[in-house]
């Protein structure tokens, strides 16, 4: 029902920039959005959340004030704006979505549906 494609991953060096796009294809309404990482020899940690009504956002705490998630204007694209990358940044980085009405938006548990994963270096 749904399929999503992230993109903008790459290679950094430490204070540097990225920004991860989610294209989001999908036969039923998203409810919201979120981006999650993963870096080898670690689990999986929630970086960021949005609804698709785009009212708030949520962040960890770890990113917060450097990172920020948003919504194109059509609401099919979810984006992940990263400033001031530091080497523990470093991770694949998947979109996440999900059709409930109601979930925790750090919380992996309520997103179905998950992308391919796009990788983040940033290098000292």
């Known amino acids: 029902q749904v399929e999503l494609v992230e993109s903008g991953g790459g290679s950094v060096q430490t204070g540097g920039s990225l920004r991860l796009s989610c294209a989001a294809s999908?036969?039923?309404?998203?409810?919201?959005m979120a981006w999650f990482r993963q870096s080898p020899g670690k689990e999986r940690e929630a970086v960021a959340a949005?609804?698709?009504?785009?009212?708030?956002?949520h962040y960890a705490d770890s990113v917060k004030g450097r990172f920020a998630i948003s919504l194109n204007n059509a609401k099919t694209t979810v984006y992940l704006q990263m400033s001031n990358l530091r080497p523990e940044d470093s991770a694949i980085y998947y979109c996440?979505?999900?059709?409930?009405?109601?979930?925790?938006?750090?919380?992996?548990?309520?997103?179905?549906?998950w992308g391919q994963g796009t990788q983040v270096t940033v290098s000292s």
């Open positions: 999908s036969g039923v309404r998203i409810t919201g």
């Open positions: 996440a979505a999900t059709t409930r009405n109601g979930w925790s938006p750090l919380s992996a548990v309520g997103y179905g549906y």
């Open positions: 949005i609804p698709i009504g785009g009212a708030s956002q």
